[in-house]
């Protein structure tokens, strides 16, 4: 998943890829101007029984995309990252364990786009 400028679109594009190939881009684009700041909520859903990962927009409470027959013959890492602080501010807080408040609606959502 990539979150940056989108001279398609000409704002801030979401866009979830897999295997070097867009799957995803949406064409709701975040503004690109100066001082304009918005946050972002994913989930990150990954199941190596089924082969799938699934994007999840937890502040829209809906699935982004699924992706299928993913490679698990080797171990993935999940990576996150962000980059040109001389041009933008960007933080990052990932949250991961036991500890994530996983209300109902989340549960069945996760379960809906395993199955
Ligand atoms: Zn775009």
């Given at each position: 998943?990539?979150?940056?400028?989108?001279?398609t679109?000409?704002?801030?594009?979401?866009?979830?890829?897999?295997?070097?190939?867009?799957?995803?881009?949406?064409?709701?684009?975040?503004?690109?101007?100066?001082?304009?700041?918005?946050?972002?909520?994913?989930?990150?859903?990954?199941?190596?029984?089924?082969?799938?990962?699934?994007?999840?927009?937890v502040?829209?409470?809906?699935?982004?995309?699924?992706?299928?027959?993913?490679?698990c013959?080797?171990?993935?890492?999940?990576?996150?990252?962000v980059?040109?602080?001389?041009w933008?501010?960007?933080?990052?807080?990932?949250?991961?364990?036991?500890?994530?408040?996983?209300t109902e609606?989340?549960?069945?959502?996760?379960?809906k786009?395993?199955?």
């Amino acid at each position: 998943m990539t979150v940056n400028r989108c001279t398609t679109h000409g704002g801030i594009c979401r866009r979830i890829w897999k295997e070097g190939k867009c799957v995803l881009h949406p064409p709701d684009t975040l503004p690109n101007t100066a001082g304009v700041s918005h946050t972002l909520h994913y989930g990150v859903v990954h199941d190596a029984a089924r082969k799938k990962i699934v994007f999840i927009d937890v502040k829209e409470k809906k699935v982004m995309s699924t992706l299928d027959n993913v490679d698990c013959s080797k171990p993935l890492w999940p990576m996150f990252g962000v980059y040109n602080p001389e041009w933008i501010t960007v933080s990052m807080r990932l949250v991961v364990g036991s500890d994530i408040n996983m209300t109902e609606e989340k549960k069945a959502m996760i379960v809906k786009a395993l199955s």
